[in-house]
T-cell receptor, first 115, second 115 residues
Framework: DAGVIQSPRHEVTEMGQEVTLRCKPI?????LFWYRQTMMRGLELLIY????????DSGMPEDRFSAKMPNASFSTLKIQPSEPRDSAVYFC?????????????FGNGTRLTVT | AQSVSQHNHHVILSEAASLELGCNYS??????LFWYVQYPGQHLQLLLK??????LVKGIKGFEAEFIKSKFSFNLRKPSVQWSDTAEYFC?????????????FGSGTQLTVLP
């Protein structure tokens, strides 16, 4: 079990550029979550998918943010255009239980810096 | 909506000292409870969880937590900490029948163990 795999680990980009974060959940997990962690706001749920379908995207801050899950083994979080206030660590997590009661398995995160 | 309070923002201990980190939540119904740990530069990892049964839950690395329903608390304990326990600890709560959106994390407690 390789765990949840995220790429890249670090991303530094200039304001206005498009940023794409990638996530491969644990095989067999049917729920995938995107979180953002900042000092000011802690850990925030942005969006989650169940069986590749977006269930709740109410945490996505703005239309600049979008997420897709084209298949069970891959998801992307895109920010276009990026802004300095988007700087944060973005975590992807997956879980097995569609009843939402199994614990989350987190990836190592992508540290995004927008200058 | 439920909330989670971790009153200790930063705890500093010497090795071999005993640890207790507080976690209180506000929700009137049945909940699932979690403690996650985040080592420096790493992702969140599950320490332990409570779903039902014995309110004293044992987790990895010698940690345990006790669910006291009457106090709405789920405090994390370890009898003797090690330098390697230096990390940030997050309590999380989710209503039993709630969606993933309702998994709420506390703001975290940074534990520093001095060698």
């Amino acid at each position: 079990d390789a765990g949840v795999i995220q790429s890249p680990r670090h991303e530094v980009t200039e304001m206005g550029q498009e940023v794409t974060l990638r996530c491969k959940p644990i095989s067999g997990h049917n729920s995938l979550f995107w979180y953002r962690q900042t000092m000011m706001r802690g850990l925030e749920l942005l969006i989650y998918f169940n069986n590749n379908v977006p269930i709740d995207d109410s945490g996505m801050p703005e239309d600049r943010f979008s997420a897709k899950m084209p298949n069970a083994s891959f998801s992307t979080l895109k920010i276009q255009p990026s802004e300095p206030r988007d700087s944060a660590v973005y975590f992807c997590a997956s879980s097995m239980d569609s009843g939402w009661n199994s614990p989350l398995h987190f990836g190592n995160g992508t540290r995004l810096t927008v200058t | 909506a439920q909330s989670v309070s971790q009153h200790n923002h930063h705890v500093i201990l010497s090795e071999a000292a005993s640890l207790e980190l507080g976690c209180n939540y506000s929700y009137g119904g049945t909940v699932n409870l979690f403690w996650y740990v985040q080592y420096p530069g790493q992702h969140l990892q599950l320490l332990l969880k409570y779903f039902s049964g014995d309110p004293l839950v044992k987790g990895i690395k010698g940690f345990e937590a006790e669910f006291i329903k009457s106090k709405f608390s789920f405090n994390l304990r370890k009898p003797s900490v090690q330098w390697s326990d230096t990390a940030e600890y997050f309590c999380a709560v989710k209503p039993l029948s709630g969606s993933a959106r309702q998994l709420t994390f506390g703001s975290g407690t940074q534990l520093t163990v001095l060698p």
